[in-house]
């Protein structure tokens, strides 16, 4: 069946069955099972009403539990055993990689990538945000600095390749090279360990407008007075900034830093776009998809590194909600 | 806001300053990958995009025509253009291009200035006119094939949808744009109900485990997706789902469901707990309120979370990577760019930038048009 009929009969047995489901499975529930009649109508009714949270719950359980859920726990299963899965032997993934300069490598980058990108995305995604505050055309450049979220990492990739090319006549950064009378060009993503920062540019030019936009949304959630009665005090507007505003949307300058890291370590498609892992730049990520298909105990045995580096910010997030929702 | 007290003029100017820098170093990047798009593949190698409304010279070699060889005062002479070459005309198609300068090998093409008239090997002359008339004299008949004649011309910007049909009718990339949407569509339109049930469930309905599957939802929330490949990939091989559409519509499904229901449920917590109330005091059901109140209301969360998936389903690669099939027809277009184009036509800059953007084209408009519920989606989900 041609791809895009299946999509669209897809759409609406999805959606379709969805429908019915939910309205078929209320329907059953307040007519056969508990039905509101009858002699213990006060009870049925009872009784439906404890019932029905799960029936609006089950399919996004099902949905949480199948995909998300169960790999944590197959995936660390899977790990422990050989790469045809037909040996089990115990920790000897973790270690043989763990001996691997290679795995080594991927790890103290990915290591680099969680410090710096996080880092330079909010301070950037800050200094726009306050820039563009209340200032005329600030919609406007706001917009153009947030619209890199919207391109895929592979098309964010192939415009770096514009601008790092080793050609004075395609990549930007040699061109600006010869122009001031440099020799020769130099290609930018073999120029070792400085290779990853020119990476890691790609991921903060697409992040930065996600921070600003938060954190823009903060900054006007400041209250008015506490601005103002710094200025009588005679503050300036460095000062109003840092000793102010600052430390008033501390708790989303957190929360953008740790939604940043996340990204920061799912996103494989730079590396493998870039440079396939090569010149000292595989990142944990791009690491995983290399033995993917090929060595399946290795590949989750990745992945469940990746799993722990995240577990202290899963942690914090579950405690934050926790408090929220008390 | 202009003029109060601590706000100096001369910080102002430094902002509007310092925020047109960041605007165009934001910008620049994708402008170049624009340009390029629209540039023959001649003039990218041969200058930067930034260069693209000047001339470019281009150097090229035609063959001296053997037919029009006439005997005159005891030389032979051939004349004509060298624009005409059949080797050459496509190139120079636009007619405005001009000869700078010519030469008779290849390793110096631009060895006589042009209009001046050349001694070459064998004892031949040859002359090039700016406009592309050459005259080639020799002392004896030539027999086999023309003299190469070498030359360097000045050749006009040249704009050209050339790179566009390319892209879309070659290398099976319309196919892959009709896969991308195939597997984008299904993916962000059937999460949003089932997530809106489960969302209405934590926010309004009391039952026990409710702060337990709240906090769940966070934790899953960041569970890294890499862990969900192999196991779901098997799983989807043993089921006999394989690697397919449905595989992948499947688990796009899934792996939004954490993000969907969190910001959902955050937005429907903020509606006024009254209108429900008095909605169960006339005796709706859960269901009737959920359908009838609290789904409209909802519209902008909704509205909000089906650009964050959109977004992220058109854009990914890792997920359509594992999930679909690795044959050529059902590739979507990041696996396209990132397998086929880089790898065998990673010098074709002029086609890699088509193809990046003929990819990144619908996300911009989707961007730039729903961008107000992007942004409110965003400052649901993490200003409290």
Not at chain 1, 9 to 23: D, Q
Not at chain 1, 57 to 83: D, H, K
Request: proline residues 5%.
């Amino acid at each position: 069946m041609n791809p895009l009929l299946q999509g669209i009969a897809t759409i609406l047995a999805g959606v379709g069955g969805c429908v019915a489901y939910f309205y078929f499975s209320n329907l059953v529930l307040d007519k056969v099972i508990f039905p509101a009649r009858g002699e213990n109508i006060g009870r049925n009714i009872n009784r439906a009403n404890m019932v029905r949270p799960w029936l609006f719950l089950l399919p996004a359980i099902l949905a949480l539990g199948i995909y998300l859920a169960y790999p944590v726990v197959a995936s660390f299963y899977r790990s422990l055993f050989n790469r045809g899965g037909d040996e089990f032997i115990g920790l000897g993934n973790y270690i043989t990689m763990f001996g691997e300069p290679e795995f080594r490598q991927s790890f103290l980058n990915n290591m680099l990538w969680v410090l710096v990108v996080p880092a330079a995305a909010t301070f950037a995604g800050l200094l726009a945000a306050q820039l563009t505050d209340r200032m005329k055309g600030g919609n406007l450049a706001k917009s153009m600095i947030f619209m890199p979220m919207a391109i895929s990492f592979v098309g964010a990739s192939l415009i770096w390749k514009f601008v790092y090319a080793n050609d004075a006549d395609i990549g930007l950064i040699n061109a600006i090279r010869s122009l001031f009378g440099a020799e020769g060009s130099v290609d930018m993503l073999q120029v070792p360990f400085w290779n990853n920062f020119f990476l890691m540019a790609i991921l903060i030019w697409t992040q930065t407008g996600f921070a600003m936009v938060i954190l823009s949304g903060a900054l006007r959630g400041v209250p008015e007075e506490t601005i103002e009665a710094a200025i009588i005090d005679g503050a300036n507007p460095f000062q109003i900034f840092f000793k102010i505003k600052v430390p008033q949307i501390m708790g989303t300058i957190v929360v953008v830093w740790t939604t940043t890291t996340i990204l920061v370590l799912k996103v494989f498609d730079i590396v493998y776009t870039m440079t396939g892992g090569n010149f000292g730049t595989e990142i944990l990520p791009s690491y995983m998809m290399s033995y993917m298909f090929r060595d399946d105990g290795r590949a989750t045995a990745v992945a469940f590194i990746i799993m722990i580096i995240v577990l202290p910010v899963m942690i914090w997030n579950i405690v934050q909600a926790r408090r929220e929702f008390r | 806001m202009d003029n109060i007290a601590g706000q100096k003029s001369g910080l102002t100017i430094a902002t509007y300053v310092s925020v047109i820098a960041i605007v165009l170093i934001w910008l620049i990047p994708t402008v170049g990958l624009f340009v390029s798009s629209f540039r023959d593949r001649d003039q990218i190698s041969a200058s930067g995009w930034w260069q693209a409304p000047f001339s470019v010279v281009l150097a090229d070699a035609g063959r001296a025509q053997l037919d029009t060889q006439k005997e005159e005062n005891g030389v032979w002479v051939m004349k004509g253009n060298i624009f005409q070459d059949e080797d050459v005309a496509d190139r120079f198609k636009s007619g405005n291009s001009s000869v700078t300068a010519f030469g008779s090998r290849g390793r110096d093409p631009g060895e006589f200035p042009v209009g001046t008239t050349a001694t070459i090997q064998n004892g031949r002359t040859l002359t090039v006119a700016a406009n592309g008339d050459y005259v080639m004299t020799s002392p004896e008949e030539i027999t086999r094939r023309g003299p190469r004649v070498y030359f360097q011309a000045n050749t006009p910007p040249d704009f050209t949808l050339d790179n566009y049909r390319t892209v879309l009718t070659a290398d099976n990339m319309d196919r892959a744009f009709i896969n991308t949407l195939t597997v984008t569509i299904p993916a962000t339109i059937i999460p949003i109900l089932i997530a809106a049930f489960a969302a209405y469930a934590l926010a309004w309905m009391d039952f026990p485990a409710r702060g337990l599957l709240i906090a769940a939802v966070v934790g899953l929330l960041v569970v890294p997706l890499q862990l969900a490949l192999v196991p779901l990939l098997n799983l989807h091989n043993r089921i006999g789902i394989g690697q397919s559409f449905m595989g992948i519509w499947l688990a796009h499904t899934a792996f939004g469901m954490p993000l969907a229901i969190y910001l959902l449920r955050n937005y429907m917590v903020g509606l006024p707990r009254d209108i429900i109330e008095s909605a169960k005091v006339d005796g709706a059901t859960d269901f009737q309120v959920f359908v009838k109140i609290v789904l409209p209301l909802s519209f902008p969360a909704l509205a909000s979370f089906a650009i964050f998936q959109f977004l992220w389903t058109w854009n990914d690669l890792l997920v359509a990577k594992v999930f679909l099939p690795s044959a050529d027809e059902s590739k979507v277009m990041t696996v396209k760019i990132a397998d086929d184009l880089l790898g065998s036509r990673g010098g074709d800059w002029g086609i890699l930038a088509t193809a990046a953007f003929v990819s990144i084209a619908v996300p911009l408009v989707v961007f730039f048009t729903m961008q107000r519920y992007l942004v409110r989606g965003l400052l649901a989900g993490s200003v409290k």
